[in-house]
């Protein structure tokens, strides 16, 4: 996929994104194949911090999202 843009509402995630230091936690395991991912599956796209309350919708339908039980689609 091309010019996909991914907002994040959690500095620490962003900032573990684009930092280049590693450690041994399982938090930089799950960010480093976040990496991966993104690097393989999309080009000329980007991730970016927004301030949770810049962005209430998202963070209500992130936590919609969180308490369903199945897949629901919004």
């Known amino acids: 996929m091309d010019n996909v843009d991914f907002v994040v509402d959690s ?3 962003n900032d573990a ?3 280049n ?4 936690s399982e938090f930089e395991h799950i960010t480093t ?3 991966r991912l993104f690097n ?4 000329n796209s980007r991730v970016e911090f927004n301030k ?3 962005n209430e919708v998202s963070h209500a ?3 919609e999202a969180a308490l369903s039980a ?3 689609l919004f």
């Open 61 to 63: 339908l992130a936590g």
């Open 11 to 13: 500095k620490t995630t």
């Open 52 to 54: 949770r309350q810049a």
């Open 70 to 72: 199945s897949h629901t």
């Open 21 to 24: 230091l590693f450690d041994v």
């Open 40 to 43: 393989s599956k999309f080009t």
């Open 17 to 19: 994104f684009h930092s």
């Open 33 to 35: 194949e976040r990496k």
